[in-house]
């Protein structure tokens, strides 16, 4: 429900649980923008493209809210006040009736739920311009660098006491900024390679744990009118980039904040990439993207990189059939997967921002047992915190259990919080050349290099 990159409208959703689109942000989210509706799936997408100052004042007014007050809530005229919460439209069946329910249970104040469908990302970065932005927001991976240093968020972190410690710690650290956390994350979401167990064994193939293995496998595996192995109707130019940097033991930035793959090892990873495209083992023009689990299930692939969200439709259809692994590894790199979030934001700038914080205190941290509800009854998610990935019951055996334990094992951000939009854009035009074009590696890291170290200096880094 993640990010980069979950499910959202029903027109992309998975068989049996829509969903509504980054990371990519790239979800994030980290997110990609490759499909205009916002879902938790584009968590795990590869980046999300600002719109101009000038197209985002011109729909900063359409709110999209019913009988909103200005200036980001008021009160109801009593003690109570009310407050206006904001979320994406998710396409999972129950998610907008479940966020209402815990809306009404809340005690201390009118909370009132905008459900939002259509481009959320651009919608929410234009509405926190106005007077009209809600009290209580969602946003893929959290706040982008531009909300916090903007003062449009509020820092959050007096609200965690002890139970910090609890959530996971790769998705606090890309919510926090100079020591303040500015969101908390609401569940935990990510991509694994999915394979038919029967077409492996037929073909006499091991799980792969290497790209090299994988490559072979996919080819092995291609026979007919089926392909080896799906990641995506564009060749993984939105999926892959995070996952090979990563596997390589790179990743987008340093822990220093420099640039973080002018490095032989990326030049070796995406040059891999063009390859398998190249390969012909790649199921390209699937009839539903990477988000959905149907090409694997109709068997036009042996293998997918694809979300979590869809084991259960997967055990659906192939029940027992399948395994889960990691992205594999590059030579003197790791197994790796995207791990995307969406975080619970708090206006800064609203007339009720301690009710709002209280509000957020209670759902997401104090409710455990809604988290737990968000995160499991509504398609498959991993709980943000670690205390409840104990307590979740689709978690605790079989294919499930291994992909919690791989997104503990090998999950990464799905990109820094001061990797930004614009350095997101210009890393998903070096993948859409490398990969489908065959251009120089070094010389188009090199461009995003640029693009990267120039919005860091914009940030003070």
Same mark, same amino acid.
């Given at each position: 429900?993640?990010?980069?990159?979950?499910?959202?409208?029903?027109?992309?959703?998975?068989?049996?649980?829509?969903?509504?689109?980054?990371?990519?942000?790239?979800?994030?989210?980290?997110?990609?923008?490759?499909?205009?509706?916002?879902?938790?799936?584009?968590?795990?997408?590869?980046?999300?493209?600002?719109?101009?100052? $000038?197209?985002?004042?011109?729909?900063?007014?359409?709110?999209?809210?019913?009988?909103?007050?200005?200036? $980001?809530?008021?009160?109801?005229?009593?003690?109570?006040?009310?407050?206006?919460?904001?979320?994406? #439209?998710?396409?999972?069946? $129950?998610?907008? #009736?479940?966020? #209402?329910?815990?809306?009404?249970?809340?005690?201390?104040?009118?909370?009132?739920?905008? !459900?939002?469908?259509?481009?959320?990302?651009?919608?929410?970065?234009?509405?926190?311009?106005?007077?009209?932005?809600?009290?209580?927001?969602?946003?893929?991976?959290?706040?982008?660098?531009?909300?916090?240093?903007?003062? #449009?968020?509020?820092?959050?972190?007096?609200?965690?006491?002890?139970?910090?410690?609890?959530?996971?710690?790769?998705?606090?650290?890309?919510?926090?900024?100079?020591?303040?956390?500015?969101?908390?994350?609401?569940?935990?979401?990510?991509?694994?390679?999915?394979?038919?167990?029967?077409?492996?064994?037929?073909?006499?193939?091991?799980?792969?744990?290497?790209?090299?293995?994988?490559?072979? =496998?996919?080819?092995?595996?291609?026979?007919?009118?089926?392909?080896?192995?799906?990641? $995506?109707?564009?060749?993984?130019?939105?999926?892959?980039?995070?996952?090979?940097?990563?596997?390589?033991?790179?990743?987008?930035?340093?822990?220093?904040?420099?640039?973080?793959?002018?490095?032989?090892?990326?030049?070796?990873?995406?040059?891999?990439?063009?390859?398998?495209? *190249?390969?012909?083992?790649?199921?390209?023009? =699937?009839?539903?993207? !990477?988000?959905?689990?149907?090409?694997?299930?109709?068997?036009?692939?042996?293998?997918?990189?694809?979300?979590?969200?869809?084991?259960?439709?997967?055990?659906?259809?192939?029940?027992?059939?399948?395994?889960?692994?990691?992205?594999?590894?590059?030579?003197?790199?790791?197994? *790796?997967?995207?791990?995307?979030?969406?975080?619970?934001?708090?206006?800064?700038?609203?007339?009720?921002?301690?009710?709002?914080?209280?509000?957020?205190?209670?759902?997401?941290?104090?409710?455990?047992?809604?988290?737990?509800?968000?995160?499991?009854?509504?398609?498959?998610?991993?709980?943000?915190?670690?205390?409840?990935?104990?307590?979740?019951?689709?978690?605790?055996?079989?294919?499930?259990?291994?992909?919690?334990?791989?997104?503990?094992?090998?999950?990464?951000?799905?990109?820094?919080?001061?990797?930004?939009?614009?350095?997101?854009?210009?890393?998903?035009?070096?993948?859409?050349?490398?990969?489908?074009?065959?251009?120089?590696?070094?010389?188009?890291?090199?461009?995003?290099?640029?693009?990267?170290?120039?919005?860091?200096?914009?940030?003070?880094?």
């Amino acid at each position: 429900m993640s990010p980069s990159s979950r499910p959202s409208v029903p027109s992309a959703a998975p068989s049996d649980a829509p969903l509504a689109s980054a990371d990519a942000p790239q979800a994030g989210p980290g997110r990609w923008r490759s499909n205009p509706a916002l879902t938790r799936r584009s968590l795990l997408s590869l980046g999300v493209a600002a719109s101009a100052m $000038g197209a985002l004042a011109a729909c900063g007014s359409n709110t999209g809210r019913d009988e909103a007050p200005v200036g $980001g809530g008021g009160t109801s005229g009593g003690s109570t006040p009310t407050l206006n919460q904001w979320y994406h #439209q998710y396409g999972e069946a $129950g998610t907008q #009736q479940a966020v #209402q329910r815990y809306a009404k249970e809340y005690p201390d104040a009118t909370v009132k739920v905008t !459900w939002k469908p259509g481009d959320y990302d651009q919608s929410m970065v234009a509405t926190l311009l106005t007077a009209g932005a809600p009290d209580v927001f969602e946003y893929g991976n959290g706040p982008t660098i531009d909300m916090i240093t903007g003062g #449009q968020v509020a820092d959050l972190s007096d609200l965690f006491g002890d139970a910090k410690a609890d959530f996971d710690q790769a998705l606090i650290d890309r919510v926090t900024y100079q020591g303040k956390i500015y969101a908390i994350p609401q569940v935990l979401d990510s991509q694994v390679l999915v394979y038919r167990k029967s077409a492996l064994q037929k073909a006499g193939v091991t799980p792969p744990a290497t790209v090299d293995e994988l490559l072979a =496998a996919a080819k092995t595996l291609t026979s007919g009118d089926v392909k080896g192995l799906f990641v $995506g109707n564009d060749g993984g130019v939105s999926i892959l980039g995070g996952p090979m940097l990563w596997a390589s033991g790179l990743d987008y930035l340093t822990k220093e904040n420099t640039f973080g793959f002018d490095d032989p090892k990326a030049v070796a990873a995406f040059t891999k990439l063009r390859e398998l495209f *190249a390969s012909k083992t790649l199921l390209l023009g =699937a009839p539903k993207d !990477w988000f959905d689990a149907s090409a694997l299930t109709q068997g036009l692939a042996a293998m997918q990189f694809t979300g979590l969200w869809n084991l259960p439709a997967i055990e659906k259809a192939i029940p027992g059939d399948y395994g889960v692994l990691p992205w594999p590894a590059m030579p003197g790199g790791a197994p *790796a997967v995207p791990v995307g979030a969406y975080g619970a934001c708090v206006f800064a700038k609203g007339k009720n921002v301690d009710a709002a914080k209280k509000f957020v205190k209670w759902l997401w941290i104090d409710s455990t047992d809604r988290q737990l509800d968000w995160a499991q009854s509504y398609g498959f998610h991993i709980p943000a915190r670690q205390s409840l990935v104990g307590r979740a019951e689709k978690l605790k055996s079989g294919p499930a259990a291994e992909a919690a334990k791989i997104v503990t094992d090998h999950g990464h951000a799905q990109t820094p919080l001061l990797w930004t939009p614009k350095c997101s854009t210009a890393f998903g035009d070096m993948m859409t050349r490398i990969v489908k074009e065959g251009a120089d590696p070094k010389a188009e890291i090199a461009k995003v290099k640029a693009v990267a170290e120039a919005e860091l200096e914009r940030l003070g880094v």
